[in-house]
């Protein structure tokens, strides 16, 4: 599959660019998060960029295999962000992310068949005890996450 980002960096450089992504949730049976700490440094949630022409729902489940090793399968919708979050990469790339969040059960897969490239590592966290996470939207979404699941809505 071509690398859309990728492709489109070689032409713009680092010039700040409005992107589109896709962030997953999977909550493991102690109801805690799973975490991803990406090979070029930083904790998040696993996801990111739709390729030219995929869906949301279609980069959430390749994103979830490339960056957690697991299949997946949407449960629901968790929102759209896309309050003005720019994210800053430790390659000097900036973007203007707007993403979907979805929570996502696993269906196959293991966490040890991450990309390694994407993935430095994986872990779940209590909501109380997470590590700091990279993106300010991805921290809100982990934010926005907590009510629900303590309201019993997850």
């Given at each position: 599959m071509p690398d859309y980002i990728?492709?489109?960096?070689?032409?713009?450089g680092h010039i700040p660019l409005i992107l589109n992504a896709a962030a997953g949730v999977i909550l493991n049976e102690q109801k805690q998060i799973l975490l991803q700490?990406?090979?070029?440094?930083?904790?998040?949630l696993p996801g990111g960029y739709l390729e030219f022409g995929e869906t949301y729902?279609?980069?959430?489940?390749?994103?979830?295999?490339?960056?957690?090793?697991?299949k997946v399968e949407i449960v629901r919708d968790l929102g759209l962000y896309d309050h003005h979050y720019m994210?800053?990469?430790p390659n000097g790339d900036t973007v203007m992310n707007i993403a979907k969040l979805?929570?996502?059960?696993?269906?196959?897969?293991?966490?040890?068949?991450?990309a390694p490239n994407e993935t430095a590592?994986?872990?779940?966290?209590?909501?109380?005890?997470?590590?700091?996470?990279?993106?300010?939207?991805n921290a809100e979404m982990v934010a926005d996450v907590?009510?629900?699941?303590?309201?019993?809505?997850?």
């Open positions: 990728h492709d489109l960096r070689k032409l713009t700490e990406r090979a070029d440094g930083g904790w998040c729902a279609e980069a959430i489940i390749r994103e979830m295999r490339e960056d957690s090793g697991l994210m800053h990469y979805f929570l996502v059960r696993p269906i196959g897969g293991a966490l040890s068949e991450a590592q994986l872990a779940y966290f209590d909501f109380d005890q997470l590590p700091p996470i990279i993106f300010k939207q907590k009510p629900l699941l303590a309201a019993g809505k997850l």
